[in-house]
């Protein structure tokens, strides 16, 4: 039991701050060891050990503590603070209650004792008295060594213990008063100070005060502080304060350090334009501070969960690629990515491992791209099939697609097959049973963000030819004319069988549109066909029609009539001119027979003599009359060579030739012979004479009348048988001719 007072005095000595130490001083057999100074706090206590020796003859009784000042040579009775029995009532008034002794047995010979509730005013000069008998009677003995004691002001602060903290858990905070004092109890109390705030108390927390009693003279002072640890206390300040009597206060405070985390986040664009740069920022606050790593993966159905379905063969550390920046508990991790292309599409994952704990963070990250369009699909078609025609844009995010036709600004109906898929927008669109009219230029407009592209599709309609049923032949004269008229795309082609069995025909050709016609028109001399084959043909396949022949007489087709009517003037020209000229020559030929006629004429033996009158004298005086055969054969050459002057010569006015006639004197013919006279008289023919001349002038502009004949009258001159008729042919008279013939 002594060595557990002396322990427990030596720890509170040393909790209380009071300095032990001296030697032992003996006066008389009366020996002490007392420690010359003690320093302690006000509010606390202090611990003075002592112990003592006396003699053999005396027997303690009592202890006395005094305190004096240090000027005092001994300590009297008004000084006693302490006193082992309890009937003595000299104790100082203002250290009742506060002095303990440690050891109560006096024969121990322990005179340690302890002040509670020091105050500044305690400070001083301790000595010890022993009371006893010595041989028997009562005696004292007055130490003279003094403790001197010094009290300053209340340095010591609260012991706070703080365990771990958690968020989520329940922690409990402890608080120690300083000292191990059996003196008054103190007062603890708790308070909470935020960033910046005021002290306050904090909610839904529990306290308690315990007291812990180590020794009969020591005592331990201690709060509990208990509540649920959030994110919101770490990083605050938690106050423990010690109220003592006399107004002395200490406190503690201490920074709370909560193990919490908080949801990974991820800031930056998470969508950038091809060739751009990518920044993405993970960030974690928590405590301690996390460990995160930028991780991607092809797998592009990984969720957001735990480390339980992140698997390493999957990932792609991108540590190469971070940069690390670290701000009081937030700790986050760049990632950088230049010149960004399609392939850096996909999940990118932050991990951050805090503790035992691993938080996953997926953001998506999409390039912003577009790429041309492309239609696909038969732009050829036929007539009667669907035109499905897709335009399909590969771009982020997808485009809008609409279908035009070219001249037109409504958008077309766009096919149920239209779908999104794989960042591609594609528009389908689908016209059933087309026809002509669907050929045309069809436009793919693609709207991506704030640009417009377009492209386009030139889509052709084909179908079969066919033969329109107008289509037909006639037969007018021998002349067959067909007309064959056929539809198709591409153009059609016609052709005739028939003319494979015909050198000569024509075939006239008109296109318009798509449509073609072919008129073909030859000479039949048998047509007892009754059909004839019109054969029209595409890169789509042929189509055979056989046209039925219809005979007329009187009406033939438009083009049929127009072809025969000018091959008719042809022929009327033709004629025309063919009867001039065999009118010419028949013409001609009588004028030739007729001279030769009157050549017979001028071999009769009789010889006409002419005779020129006064009043025309063509032929002079005294000229001999030339031989009838010579004339005649000289007047049937000039004959010939005047028909053909005349018929070299134009008619400068087409108007007929003007008939000369000349004077004749038939008195002055010669008297026939009786033969050649018997000769007329048998002849019943009467002949005339007829005196043609041939002017080389131009006829006048009122044009003259075509010259009377003369011809000869029934009556016969006066004549006599024995007279001859002479001709005579004036020189001067060039350029005339003169025709004589006898009467």
């Keep these: 039991m002594f060595v557990l007072i002396w322990a427990t005095l030596l720890f509170s000595v040393r909790d209380t701050g009071a300095s032990v130490g001296g030697t032992p001083f003996c006066d008389n057999r009366f020996c002490i060891t007392l420690s010359g100074e003690i320093t302690a706090e006000a509010g606390l206590c202090v611990v003075i050990p002592c112990s003592f020796t006396t003699s053999y ?64 005013s305690d400070s001083g000069s301790y000595q010890l008295r022993v009371n006893g008998y010595l041989n028997g009677r009562k005696d004292g003995f007055t130490f003279s060594p003094r403790t001197t004691v010094s009290v300053k002001g209340l340095t010591q602060k609260p012991t706070v213990m703080i365990p771990p903290l958690t968020e989520g858990q329940q922690s409990t905070l402890s608080c120690i008063a300083p000292g191990l004092c059996s003196g008054s109890v103190p007062e603890i109390s708790w308070t909470w100070r935020g960033a910046g705030e005021k002290d306050s108390h904090i909610t839904g927390n529990i306290t308690a005060f315990r007291t812990e009693n180590l020794t009969a003279v020591t005592q331990r002072h201690s709060s509990t502080l208990t509540f649920n640890s959030s994110a919101e206390h770490h990083g605050t300040n938690v106050s423990c304060k010690v109220s003592f ?24 664009n998470t969508s950038v334009k091809e060739g751009e740069t990518l920044i993405l920022r993970c960030s974690v606050e928590s405590f301690p501070p996390s460990l995160i790593k930028w991780y991607t993966s092809s797998d592009r159905n990984m969720q957001n969960g735990t480390e339980t379905n992140l698997q390493n063969d999957i990932l792609t550390d991108l540590q190469n690629k971070t940069k690390t920046f670290l701000q009081e508990n937030n700790k986050m991790e760049t990632l950088v990515i230049s010149n960004m292309t399609t392939t850096n599409s996909g999940p990118y994952f932050c991990i951050a491992n805090h503790l035992n704990n691993t938080l996953v963070k997926k953001v998506d990250v999409t390039v912003i791209y577009k790429r041309r369009c492309v239609i696909t699909g038969d732009t050829t078609v036929k007539e009667g099939d669907a035109l ?20 037109s600004n409504t958008n077309l109906h766009i096919g149920p097959d239209t779908h999104l898929q794989n960042n591609t927008g594609s528009a389908t669109l689908v016209i059933p049973n ?70 000569e025909y024509s075939v006239i050709t008109t296109v318009s549109h798509h449509t073609v016609n072919s008129t073909v028109t030859l000479t039949v001399k048998d047509h007892s066909n009754t059909s004839v084959e019109c054969v029209s043909s595409n890169q789509n396949g042929e189509v055979k029609a056989n046209l039925i022949i219809q005979l007329e007489m009187s009406e033939q087709p438009a083009k049929s009539k127009e072809v ?34 009157q050549k017979s004429f001028g071999n009769l033996d009789e010889t006409l003599e002419m005779v020129t009158s006064q009043e025309d004298p063509l032929i002079a005086a005294g000229q001999a009359v030339e031989d009838d055969q010579t004339y005649y054969q000289e007047a049937s050459e000039r004959e010939e060579e005047a028909v053909a002057e005349e018929q070299a010569a134009p008619d400068l006015n087409g108007g007929p030739q003007d008939v000369e006639y ?43 009348e075509e010259g009377d004949v003369l011809e000869g009258k029934d009556e016969d001159p006066t004549i006599g048988d024995d007279e001859e008729i002479e001709q005579f042919v004036p020189e001067e008279e060039e350029g005339r001719t003169w025709l004589c013939t006898p009467m």
């Design 57 to 120: 003859y005396f027997t303690p009784q009592n202890i006395v503590w005094y305190k004096c000042e240090p000027s005092k040579q001994k300590c009297s009775d008004p000084d006693i603070i302490f006193h082992t029995n309890k009937n003595n009532n000299k104790t100082q008034s203002g250290f009742k209650g506060r002095v303990s002794l440690l050891e109560p047995d006096v024969s121990r010979r322990n005179c340690s004792i302890i002040v509670n509730d020091l105050t500044e």
């Design 245 to 268: 009597t006399n107004n002395i206060t200490t406190e503690e405070t201490v920074t709370l350090n909560v193990a919490y985390v908080k949801e990974v986040t991820v800031t930056g």
């Design 388 to 407: 499905n025609l897709t335009c399909s844009v590969e771009s982020f995010p997808p485009s809008h697609i609409t279908w035009t036709v070219l001249g």
């Design 434 to 503: 087309v026809t002509a009219e669907h050929s045309g230029q069809y436009i793919c407009t693609a709207q991506h963000l704030n640009t417009t592209v377009a492209t386009f599709a030139d889509v052709t309609v084909t179908w079969f030819s066919t033969v329109l049923k107008n289509s037909g032949c006639k037969v007018q004269s021998e002349v067959l004319t067909c007309e064959c008229i056929s539809e198709g795309f591409p153009l059609p082609t016609i052709t005739w069988p028939l003319l494979k069995n015909h050198a």
């Design 564 to 597: 025969l009517n000018i091959v008719s003037w042809l022929e009327v020209i033709i004629a025309f001119l063919i009867g001039v000229f065999l009118s010419t020559v028949l013409w001609c030929l009588a004028k030739k027979c007729h001279r030769k006629k």
């Design 662 to 704: 000349a004077s004749i004197d038939f008195s002055l013919l010669k008297t026939k012979n009786p033969r050649t006279a018997a000769k007329n008289q048998e002849s019943t023919e009467t002949e005339y004479a007829e005196i043609k001349k041939e002017v080389k002038e131009e006829i006048e502009d009122n044009g003259g």
